[in-house]
């Protein structure tokens, strides 16, 4: 069972810059515990993240995979691309947002990747990404 | 570590009504469930439905808990009151849905939860409920 | 041929109150003239009252019906509750309006049952139970 | 107690074409119906049918009538000249629509004639015009 | 110096329908002024009245004319055709309507015709027309 | 001179849940001045407070009242059945909000009860209430 | 009888500025027209300019007169304090616009006077105010 | 405790143009009745009026005082610079309307003042005034 | 295999008004071009123009076909009764737009065909008809 | 003659993925037959497809070409920089849409390409574009 | 060269009022520095500043200049008639804020300025006065 | 003291395409004054242009600055991404427009960046980038 991790633009930075707002947890602390989940759970889980929404188009069409984790970040609320290229894919697909977008601009309240994926995950932070390998897990079980 | 899970309208006729939109996954079904992972994960869980939403809001004040999991079905577009109850309430709270809203009729992609709970899930079913029990520990656990 | 009339808020109070505005037919003369052409039709009818939202989805779930007439009333216009309920009950549904809601507030023009009712009639003012009756009879002898 | 019955653009290929989506009722057979219900009401009911928009408000104008029954097809969400005839006209008047236009396109949900009309029958299929000849019985009775 | 004087849907009925509303002044009345103050401005009058969208374009098209008034009515708000027909003609034009349109219905409110016209004249009744032609005739005179 | 006071939902809770917010006084408090200056201004006060929408219609309609004054909380902004009940009860209404809902979220910028009462108070805490029945009884004895 | 000729903000430019798009006619070139035809009509005739809102709505409360003309210029879109200023002298009123305000900005198609007003003239240029008075003479020629 | 008491544009005008609408009261008349209630309060009224937005805010910039209580009539819907005067005093501020304003046209609905003041009275006619006098009162007294 | 092609109000006057806007093409020449390319093409091809929305609507349902071009002009934006006469002819359909319509005014941007024809060509002058013709001999050869 | 033809996100995927929907032509066969149709027509065409909207931008910039045919696919509805690019480029350009963007999701009907070239085509498959080249010959050859 | 600075309403009170909002730089202070920049510059620069939109407006009419700079404060967002003497001035215009007016309320974002001005500068402070003063310099010396 | 300047895409053609709009002013002679004043106020100034957003955002995370200016071009209206960097930079920034955008379309109005940089300057072509270093210089200099 192939897992693909999709962590869209700026969240590189995590843990980095502005901890007071977004806590001290990187990317990489991230990326172990997603990796270790993915070891229990029997999965073979692979990562990728760019700044880039063609890049991103790029890894969704080229990266063999079961079933799919994105984070679009900003790209959640701008890229028809992105959510082309999901629902091309075919796959089951689980969008995963650390901060409750519901609580923050208004232009952040609408998903173009809603529509395409399976299900959503958002408001629980870094554990919104455990939730979704074990999801995943569930659905390619069935 | 006490959680309260409130199943909203409609819920109770999970799976005896239009099975083969919804299933046959009664809400007896998902009880039973989340009363067998609360028992794995420590949690002493109370698991409440109503038709009604004064009776909801009701449940919401009197019933003490650590923490909230809601599935507030059709009040999920329609009801300040119970955005209200969890807000005054004040405990970590995880919203539910079994569908995922944002492929169904436009009045339902508002939600007057969104802005007063911790996190959503949607879309990934019965899985839905126990990924929030597992939330719902992180969270006290922290 | 059993069939279940629900008349929604406030219209308890039909001919009692503002007799100028609404006549000074009361409910129990509505009700009077539905049993009445039930019988002439063949039609075993129930009629249910209630100003909670709550209550009448419990009636609609709870009571056996071959078809469904139904005055939302206020609910019209923000109970998506009870159209969940109209739509898991399963059963042909006729949305009756004894005012034409097009000469009255701008939010009274827009309806949640519209979408899962069989048809409306409005404007027509207690008659408009009687001609359901006879859609009811029709549909149902098809 | 005369009665004109209006049918609006596209309704004279009723039954003719795209007989899966609309039945196989011809517009012949409606008219038959309404004529036959119209002697039993004692009701001297005359029929237009057109696809202009114009010589159906020639024909509001010049039909001498006690009441009118108008399924405005297209026209309902388009023409307020029509809306403007039957105001002028200054007669009871009964709008009918033969699907539910709330499960169809968006814009078949405004309807022009809606604010002059005494009421409306929507969603009941041929039977929506017999039930209206039988309201215009009833109000002129009155 | 020619003039075309045009009376769209419905205002044949002026006078004769719904007195109490728009006054006892029939349209015979009103062509019976715009003649005479014709005569006195030196003007060659020609009027043209018809509920008829398709028949107000083809008299637009083909009656040749110096300036153009014109009382769309009802095809003020819906008509693009007509509006069109009149930048086509490339006269100078001025749109008359004989009640004040912000006084009623919140679609009157809009006009197709105001984009392409020289002026428009509202709300001054009958007088309006008179009004109108004396500012052809100053338009014409320059 | 009877007055009739609504709470709505939730409003049980004050001065008990989020202190910080909403200041430490009870809706007992409340009540008890309520009731003093009641006694002050010769007015025979009942008070009702609940969370369902369907009791407060329910005691709108069967508390004889002269005049009455409501909070409705969150149901202001979405409830149309306890406008409809205002309304038809017929009776000098006035309607209280203990915040300036204006400061507020933007749905709560929206009163479905506003085109219904007499007059609103809102913003001025507690006393808000007792204006309200200052008001209520010089209303009462013009 | 008094008519009151009101000229709005930045109208006392006329003909000075921007010849090429207002033309080289200035205000008081249009003031001795409107005196002159104020003469030949038996109109006793007032004209007031000012680019202040107080001072109109002060000049409207302070001037007595029959009918009233103004050309409210920028202050058609903003200003609700003329608009009741003209709605409280409660004579008849033409509003007077030099362009096409439909040819312009969009936030120029919007005029709280509409709304208040007997009739409007616009497009017509300056011999907009000598239709205005013909106008006001034939209302109070009544 | 010093009071400034403000009434905005055409205020001036009560009681004596449509008294039909308005009744009789004279603004003089409810300032009489400020003043009185000032007295047995204990509190140090100023009263301004004025039609010009540029001298409203002047006033609240230059006249000192404790709390503020404004009608600002027609400014409320359109006045930003009064907001902002109001916000730049500092002090606890009510705003009062004699009518409804929800009963009003549309544009009426929305307040410039509402986001940046203490409170609202509205709908209570005269004794608006007093209310707030009161409730300045109670404020200043905290 | 026959074509019909139709053409909406005004353009009979193409070539002949306005030349330097629309060219000195008539429809003439178009229609001589596309007969002479329906013969290179093997296709029997009837040409329709009206400039009355009903008299369209008359044509699709009276001219058989087996494909059909159709240039709705002004009726592009308000006519839902060709729509329909399209759909219910059910035959594969072209839209053609001479010119860019997103370059012109705002309402020209929606078409009430584009939810029911195969395609559209719009921009590219007289060519577009041509490149239809071709099109439709695509569609119907396979 | 040189043609520049671009190819948005996700094009290349065509005929390899979801067959069912977009049958199974694939981008190869596509531009095989671009490539035939430019030879036949005597244009020297250069294909170019990218995920990436910054590689689509480079692309417009440094292809030096007579004119340009571009599906902009996902960027369609989000590129305001491919927009500009085409603006500044200033040849000719053809927008082709694949399917009828008019029969899909809502946000696809908006298209910020359609402002600045010459013409579109849209729902006639791959023919859209052989069309378009036949239409860049036309008017190349002008 | 002469400047003309106008500072609207409120902009007076700059330092003395909330200085833990806008810092206790006062107007003085800011026309000081605005003084001695323009000495240095070579720039002759009066100064204005007043709270009446009509006052700006005659200021804006008869102050001679070759430049202006405006921060026109709340007039921003609601003053057509300022927008219009910037028009009719025809001097080129640059509109200056202190804030970053996006930060603000919603009704902040809007600008009747931006339209005719030749530049805006915001969010800089009193920095942007003088920036203003140098680009003023700039587009005089070309 | 180091800023980093970022050219959004396009901008590379500045003077070399369409002339008569944007003039013969190259990105490199804008550069080359950037350059030259950055040595006059001691500033150590990189500049970066790119067509890709991701490149945007990768150049933003990866340049370490004190000050940051940007014009987006493009990007403004549609980027979230490049909004997030410049937030996570933490930076101040100022947003350059060398035309005023709201001379322009209607989706050039609203800009992404706004909400998060310190100031915009726009319409002040290239000299908006000198007065942003001044702006950065003073800033930096608190």
Redesign the interface.
């Known amino acids: 069972m192939k897992i693909l991790v999709v962590h869209?633009?700026?969240l590189?930075?995590l843990g980095t810059?502005?901890p007071d707002v977004y806590g001290r947890t990187t990317l990489q602390d991230i990326n172990q515990q997603i990796m270790e989940l993915s070891g229990e759970l029997g999965l073979d889980t692979v990562i990728f993240q760019?700044?880039?929404?063609?890049?991103i188009?790029?890894a969704l069409?080229n990266t063999p995979c079961d079933a799919l984790i994105i984070n679009p970040?900003?790209?959640?609320?701008?890229?028809?691309?992105i959510?082309?290229?999901i629902?091309?894919?075919?796959r089951p697909a689980?969008e995963v947002h650390i901060s409750?977008i519901?609580?923050r601009?208004e232009?952040?309240k609408t998903?173009?990747m809603?529509?395409v994926?399976?299900?959503?995950?958002?408001?629980?932070g870094m554990?919104?990404y455990l939730?979704a390998l074990?999801?995943c897990r569930?659905i390619l079980g069935r």
């Open positions: 869209g633009p700026n590189n930075l810059r502005e760019s700044n880039s929404e063609g890049a188009v790029d069409q970040a900003a790209y959640t609320h701008t890229s028809v691309a959510r082309d290229a629902a091309a894919v075919g689980i409750n519901h609580k601009e232009f952040r998903s173009y809603a529509g994926v399976t299900g959503q995950i958002s408001g629980l554990e919104g939730l074990r999801a569930k």
